[in-house]
């Protein structure tokens, strides 16, 4: 009897089914999420057929052994960092971004590296076997471990993974692959799901690493169902406007490492080159004797990272005044704003204000409050912020300053720089055990902090 045909609706996000279409998701709560699919419904599965398959039996936790296990170091230290100490054996890694942010070029760089060790099975659904050559050619990639397969058939790979056993295999892109029992598009949330389980198996099993690259969508997501960044251990994603040369790698989930670590990199024609030393590279070009800029320092994992940030407040030509953030929160700075006004009495009701943070970062870091305050009220007095100074600290809604984690590391890295004064919450003094070659000014408020660095 032919398999019966029907049309079903899924969740982009959460995978939740449906007979009809709807426009919020039940199962999430997202709206315009449900994408309809074509869907075969064959003879189920026979109870005979799930008996034959071997019973495992559980394992006592002490009796797991973990001696043997090794990461594969990649070449790049500012990847290895990102992914806790390299490629941990049998896992499973997406990498996502936005078109052209270098995902498919990060892959290729490494393979040159890993290759002088490792066999490498590179799977492309998207490129032909010479434009990845011209591509490894271009970035000088010419190793004899690196073998090509030109294939969008899970099955195939995953064949191909069980014959020849390659030491890692990079599959680009998982929305290209498809499930030849599935009568869906390549792409669709339910092949998306089911090709990644496949290879997620066959890694597990043969202990062989995978590194997928994953699509956005237009709203920057990771395309596809949410669950697949629960199938893969861990998920990297590429930061950064395609116009501007940084890139920043971050985890956003990573089971073998922790995910506040970032790596730097910067996109020239030879590809990503590492960027050992981001503090300094982000504040080149830096102007002096200029109103509305101030730097602050952030904890990314366990690096401190100097940034720019620049403020600027100028007459509205709108009946409500405009309000425009890049690389920080949009709220945390309307909140902010409505502290300055009402705790410290800078008026910026009838001004338009715009923050930028220089080099493409996006901080979400509390410490970085009292820096954005103050490349306002800069730029609203129209007072330049000594070129010297650096400061950081939270901002509370009593307008009073809040200490912080890490001010040492920050510190450090300020006077490592040839800053001379630093500007922090007065609280935070009592963290310092060592007196820095700094100028320290613990300060209680806004005011206090504006005037320490413009005296």
């Known amino acids: ?85 390299g490629i941990v054996k049998g896992s499973l ?14 892959l290729l760089q490494i393979c040159q590296y890993l290759g002088q060790t490792l066999r490498i099975l590179y799977v492309s659904g998207e490129e032909s076997s010479r434009q990845i050559k011209l591509r490894a050619s271009r970035l000088g990639v010419d190793s004899e471990n690196l073998y090509i397969l030109t294939e969008t ?24 692959m498809n499930f030849t029992d599935l009568s869906s598009s390549p792409g669709s949330v339910t092949q998306v799901r089911e090709c990644t389980n496949a290879i997620m198996r066959a890694a597990k099993m043969l202990e062989i690493p995978a590194i997928v690259v994953g699509h956005v969508n237009k709203d920057g997501a990771i395309a596809g169902p949410k669950v697949l960044e629960h199938i893969v251990d861990a998920v ?11 890139r920043i790698l971050r985890a956003v989930k990573n089971r073998y490492g922790s995910t506040n670590e970032i790596g730097v990199f910067d996109m020239g024609d030879k590809g990503l080159r590492q960027v050992e030393n981001p503090s300094m590279a982000m504040l080149e070009g830096r102007p002096t004797n200029v109103s509305g800029t101030c730097v602050t320092c952030v904890i990314e994992g ?12 100028s007459a509205t030509g709108f009946g409500n005044p405009r309000r425009m953030s890049t690389g920080f929160d949009y709220n945390r700075m309307s909140l902010l704003l409505a502290v300055l006004e009402k705790r410290a009495g800078y008026y910026f009701s009838n001004l338009d204000a715009y923050l930028n943070v ?7 870091e509390p410490a970085v409050d009292l820096a954005v305050a103050m490349a306002l009220v800069s730029s609203l007095k129209d007072t330049p912020i000594r070129d010297d100074a650096i400061v950081f600290g939270e901002i509370g809604l009593a307008g009073e300053l809040r200490s912080v984690t890490h001010a040492e590391a920050r510190i450090a890295e300020a006077a490592r720089l040839g800053f001379r004064r630093c500007v922090l919450p007065f ?11 700094i100028e320290l000014c613990g300060v209680k408020n806004v005011r206090e902090a504006f005037a320490a660095l413009t005296e």
Not at 302 to 313: H, N, V, Y
Request: contains cysteine; negative net charge.
């Open 358 to 364: 220089v080099g493409g970062l996006r901080l979400d």
């Open 427 to 437: 609280h935070c003094l009592r963290q310092i055990a060592e007196k820095p070659e």
């Open 236 to 246: 990297l994603y590429f930061e950064g406007d395609r116009q501007m040369s940084y």
């Open 93 to 106: 890694i997406l990498v996502s971004g936005e078109p052209g942010i270098g995902k498919s070029t990060i």
């Open 1 to 85: 009897m032919a398999a019966k045909i029907k049309n079903v609706f899924i969740c982009s996000e959460c995978g939740f089914e449906s007979a009809k279409w709807l426009g919020k998701c039940p199962g999430c709560g997202q709206w315009n999420t449900m994408q309809e699919e074509v869907r075969d419904s064959g003879p189920a599965k026979t109870a005979s057929a799930a008996a034959a398959r071997p019973l495992l039996h559980p394992v006592p936790i002490r009796e797991i052994d973990t001696s043997d296990e090794i990461r594969y170091h990649t070449g790049l230290s500012e990847l290895d960092r990102v992914l806790g100490g």
């Open 153 to 176: 058939d899970v099955q195939a790979v995953v064949e191909q993974m069980r014959q020849n056993k390659p030491d890692l295999v990079m599959v680009d892109s998982i929305q290209t």
């Open 302 to 313: 366990s690096r401190p990272i100097l940034a720019e940030i620049q403020g600027l407040a």
